[in-house]
């Protein structure tokens, strides 16, 4: 644990589950509560029940909040609704990913910038720094949320009770004020686990009595608390990047197979444009593919990829998945790499563990 941890307004709630808690990003976080596969298995069966109160909430306002945003991030911001959300990046002038982050757009001069939480200060920092010369502010308001998730395909059913929402309503990457267990929220639907589901922004004072509601509410749907292990495997099952491991400074979205959201076609000038622009130009000078042993051994980050017994490429991310019952990665591989043929392979520990080339995301709960 970190000298001086920070833990989040549900961490006495964790303590009574028996979580075991670890040090993530400075915060203490429950790593697991009890199986990670079953956490998993629940979230993808039923439903999981997450405490994200460690991620960053950055307020960013003003007659040219919108304006602002389109010069400080890649997404075209303005181009948002009230009510509505978008997953975009904040990137250096090179083009190097600082991280990928999801804002909402609140009113029409008032969006919520939502950051990692081992990046929230980098984020805040360099929208600080963006901000002169526009009429807007930037203000960090991490301390004011608490952020609950319930995920799964009885999520509906399980918040339905106890929301003034309609969840039918509520529209894939969208947030809008409701109350939830007799208590004023932002009811977000975005996600990072590969299910439907909702995030939950609540008054840190009132986040225990909200997870407590959506808890009871959820045992009779197989709910389960779920902690970081169960959402890292979710996520790559989901092909979901993983900021440090698919994403950093030395990469692009280009590289990380996210050149979608850098939006080129928006008017004005942007950090990191010139840049991007070269990059979509040449094309990405490596590529995110997707792998799945065929063996049990298991590949790891910064392990090797081979192709026809030549090093092609690196894992990014990579772990047994419960759902297909077989070790998975992401990995990074050079561009100019033959994808259509050859024998693809991880080298583990010394030896090469076949493999063969999939398409991402592993998991799709519409296929």
Same mark, same amino acid.
């Given at each position: 644990m970190p000298a001086d941890p920070r833990t989040t307004p549900l961490h006495e709630v964790h303590k009574r589950l028996g979580a075991n808690l670890v040090d993530f990003a400075g915060w203490v976080m429950p790593l697991r509560y009890g199986s990670e596969t079953t956490e998993h298995q629940a979230v993808r069966e039923t439903a999981g029940l997450f405490d994200l109160s460690h991620m960053g909430?950055?307020?960013?306002? %003003?007659?040219?909040?919108a304006e602002f *945003?389109?010069?400080?991030l890649v997404g075209y911001l303005s181009k948002v609704t009230v009510g509505r959300a978008r997953y975009t990046m904040i990137t250096d002038a090179d083009g190097g990913v600082l991280d990928d982050i999801i804002v909402y757009r609140l009113a029409e001069d008032d969006y919520l910038v939502v950051a990692n939480a081992a990046n929230s200060s980098t984020v805040l920092a360099a929208l600080a720094d963006r901000v002169t010369g526009f009429e807007a502010t930037v203000e960090d308001r991490s301390a004011d949320y608490a952020l609950i998730a319930v995920q799964g395909p009885k999520a509906v059913d399980i918040l339905a009770p106890l929301t003034d929402a309609d969840l039918a309503a509520i529209k894939y990457y969208a947030g809008y004020s409701h109350t939830v267990a007799g208590c004023a929220v932002l009811l977000a639907r975005t996600g990072y686990t590969g299910e439907d589901g909702f995030e939950i922004f609540a008054d840190p004072g009132d986040a225990a009595r909200v997870w407590e509601a959506l808890t009871e509410s959820g045992a009779a749907h197989g709910l389960r608390p779920a902690g970081l292990s169960a959402r890292?495997? *979710? &996520? /790559?099952?989901?092909?979901?990047?993983l900021y440090g491991n698919e994403l950093s400074t030395d990469i692009t979205p280009f590289e990380a197979g996210l050149g979608r959201v850098?939006? /080129?076609e928006k008017p004005g000038d942007f950090v990191g444009r010139a840049a991007l622009a070269a990059r979509a130009e040449s094309g990405p000078r490596r590529v995110l593919v997707g792998l799945r042993g065929r063996g049990r051994r298991v590949p790891r980050q910064g392990h090797t990829v081979l192709r026809d017994g030549v090093p092609v490429g690196t894992v990014t991310s990579g772990a047994p998945s419960p759902t297909l019952g077989a070790p998975i990665a992401m990995a990074s591989v050079d561009a100019a790499t033959d994808l259509t043929s050859g024998a693809f392979a991880?080298?583990?520990? %010394? &030896?090469a563990e076949d493999a063969d080339l999939v398409e991402l995301p592993f998991y799709d709960r519409n296929r």
């Amino acid at each position: 644990m970190p000298a001086d941890p920070r833990t989040t307004p549900l961490h006495e709630v964790h303590k009574r589950l028996g979580a075991n808690l670890v040090d993530f990003a400075g915060w203490v976080m429950p790593l697991r509560y009890g199986s990670e596969t079953t956490e998993h298995q629940a979230v993808r069966e039923t439903a999981g029940l997450f405490d994200l109160s460690h991620m960053g909430e950055i307020h960013v306002a %003003g007659p040219q909040a919108a304006e602002f *945003l389109d010069y400080a991030l890649v997404g075209y911001l303005s181009k948002v609704t009230v009510g509505r959300a978008r997953y975009t990046m904040i990137t250096d002038a090179d083009g190097g990913v600082l991280d990928d982050i999801i804002v909402y757009r609140l009113a029409e001069d008032d969006y919520l910038v939502v950051a990692n939480a081992a990046n929230s200060s980098t984020v805040l920092a360099a929208l600080a720094d963006r901000v002169t010369g526009f009429e807007a502010t930037v203000e960090d308001r991490s301390a004011d949320y608490a952020l609950i998730a319930v995920q799964g395909p009885k999520a509906v059913d399980i918040l339905a009770p106890l929301t003034d929402a309609d969840l039918a309503a509520i529209k894939y990457y969208a947030g809008y004020s409701h109350t939830v267990a007799g208590c004023a929220v932002l009811l977000a639907r975005t996600g990072y686990t590969g299910e439907d589901g909702f995030e939950i922004f609540a008054d840190p004072g009132d986040a225990a009595r909200v997870w407590e509601a959506l808890t009871e509410s959820g045992a009779a749907h197989g709910l389960r608390p779920a902690g970081l292990s169960a959402r890292d495997t *979710l &996520r /790559l099952e989901a092909g979901m990047p993983l900021y440090g491991n698919e994403l950093s400074t030395d990469i692009t979205p280009f590289e990380a197979g996210l050149g979608r959201v850098v939006k /080129l076609e928006k008017p004005g000038d942007f950090v990191g444009r010139a840049a991007l622009a070269a990059r979509a130009e040449s094309g990405p000078r490596r590529v995110l593919v997707g792998l799945r042993g065929r063996g049990r051994r298991v590949p790891r980050q910064g392990h090797t990829v081979l192709r026809d017994g030549v090093p092609v490429g690196t894992v990014t991310s990579g772990a047994p998945s419960p759902t297909l019952g077989a070790p998975i990665a992401m990995a990074s591989v050079d561009a100019a790499t033959d994808l259509t043929s050859g024998a693809f392979a991880v080298d583990v520990r %010394g &030896r090469a563990e076949d493999a063969d080339l999939v398409e991402l995301p592993f998991y799709d709960r519409n296929r």
